[in-house]
């Protein structure tokens, strides 16, 4: 019993922390996206695939704990793409 609430707290924790992530990278896009600066809207689609990205590894998360490993899979997946095309955005801003 005890170890179950101990567990169910821990999944409230990474819960929250999720939430607060998606919170600042939305309000991050949204700054960028939509101010008067049209030079930096890059940064504000970099900031929505973050968002997509942290999302993809929460969905990982909890298909690992339900036992779903193809869509546990599918998240990774979804995920290396992601920081594939992060890289790749970083490589043409640096040079």
Do not use: C, P
């Amino acid at each position: 019993m005890d170890r179950e609430n101990n567990d169910n707290l821990k999944r409230k924790g990474i819960r929250i922390g999720f939430i607060v992530i998606y919170i600042v990278l939305g309000i991050g896009a949204i700054q960028f996206i939509f101010d008067e600066n049209y030079k930096n809207d890059h940064y504000g689609l970099i900031f929505t695939l973050l968002l997509t990205m942290f999302r993809n590894v929460e969905l990982m998360i909890q298909d690992l704990r339900n036992s779903n490993k193809k869509g546990a899979l599918y998240n990774f997946i979804l995920l290396i793409l992601g920081v594939g095309i992060l890289v790749w955005n970083g490589i043409e801003i640096v040079f």
